[in-house]
T-cell receptor, first 114, second 115 residues
Framework: GEDVEQSLFLSVREGDSSVINCTYTDSSSTYLYWYKQEPGAGLQLLTYIFSNMDMKQDQRLTVLLNKKDKHLSLRIADTQTGDSAIYFCAESLPLDTGRRALTFGSGTRLQVQP | DTGVSQDPRHKITKRGQNVTFRCDPISEHNRLYWYRQTLGQGPEFLTYFQNEAQLEKSRLLSDRFSAERPKGSFSTLEIQRTEQGDSAMYLC?????????????FGQGTRLTVV
């Protein structure tokens, strides 16, 4: 079955690193994504990682994937107040299932304190 | 093209009324998705189109819900006989199947309140 889980809340101080964690259950996921949602807004794709990779870095963002444990994390370096938002982890299923939609976690609210 | 656009941004309706939302995807995108998001939750998949064909519907999509994408461009989502439980943010996303592109871009959403 499909289930994506995240912790609900994370609070950090400005300038510190933030680490948001996610676990998923479907081992056949091909891509795993991180989306950011600010209040009243749609979802913004931050980054994604292919399942045969274990790390991807993009400026202040580092994604780590442990496929054995089905664990995904997003590290934000030098966290800024503008990073305050809800972060969603999402997985997609392989094309041969016919299913191409994303399954999202419940989101982690990141609060950055000045 | 500035991205995925949805209309209206907000809709308040009385229980039992019908509502229709529109989504205009990114112009070169052949895939279009509808999701529903309730407070404190992540988006939940409702339905998916590739061009004009509706290829998948979630079990969340009751008989009161219908979606169309008549010319493979914009899409509409209609809810008939709305119920208070339909209150949510309805999100549209689009993506391209070409060259293995996997990125889905989301619109701002239509927030529905059923009173």
């Amino acid at each position: 079955g499909e289930d994506v889980e995240q912790s609900l809340f994370l609070s950090v101080r400005e300038g510190d690193s933030s680490v948001i964690n996610c676990t998923y259950t479907d081992s056949s996921s091909t891509y795993l994504y991180w989306y950011k949602q600010e209040p009243g807004a749609g979802l913004q794709l931050l980054t994604y990682i292919f399942s045969n990779m274990d790390m991807k870095q993009d400026q202040r963002l580092t994604v780590l994937l442990n496929k054995k444990d089905k664990h995904l994390s997003l590290r934000i370096a030098d966290t800024q107040t503008g990073d305050s938002a809800i972060y969603f982890c999402a997985e997609s299923l392989p094309l041969d299932t016919g299913r191409r939609a994303l399954t999202f976690g419940s989101g982690t609210r990141l609060q950055v304190q000045p | 093209d500035t991205g995925v656009s949805q209309d209206p941004r907000h809709k308040i309706t009385k229980r039992g009324q019908n509502v229709t939302f529109r989504c205009d995807p990114i112009s070169e995108h052949n895939r279009l998705y509808w999701y529903r998001q309730t407070l404190g939750q992540g988006p939940e998949f409702l339905t998916y189109f590739q061009n004009e064909a509706q290829l998948e519907k979630s079990r969340l999509l009751s008989d009161r819900f219908s979606a169309e994408r008549p010319k493979g461009s914009f899409s509409t989502l209609e809810i008939q006989r709305t119920e208070q439980g339909d209150s949510a943010m309805y999100l549209c996303a689009s993506s391209s199947s070409h060259q293995g592109n996997t990125e889905a871009f989301f619109g701002q959403g239509t927030r529905l309140t059923v009173v």
